[in-house]
């Protein structure tokens, strides 16, 4: 027996309704591709999940819901009608990721 323990996960709502929606293989290649291309991530199939509605204790709407993702996942500023990247790493002026 190994003296290691298994480390638990909790999936929030967000990587539970992600799981379930990439459970279709076919699915979960075309959006791997589509990453690769550098896709708006704003289309990512998962954002749309009536899961994440209010009765079901996720974040509000499908707009709230692409707000929340570029913010607090990407730490991305909105700028007039596009998302800013956060800038690379740096210990002195940036040094959250």
Known sequence: MSGNM??????GPYFS????VF???????????GLRQ????????????????PA???VNQHAER?????????GSKKSGIRWVPQPAFNQ???PTT
């Open 6 to 11: 298994p480390y638990q996960l909790e999936k």
């Open 17 to 20: 309704v992600t799981e379930s």
């Open 23 to 33: 459970d279709d293989l076919a699915l979960r290649i075309q959006v791997l591709v």
């Open 38 to 53: 550098q896709v708006d991530v704003d289309t990512m199939p998962s954002l749309d999940s009536q899961w994440l509605d």
């Open 56 to 58: 079901h204790g996720g």
């Open 66 to 74: 692409i707000v929340h993702q570029h913010e607090d996942w990407y």
């Open 92 to 94: 002195f002026t940036n």
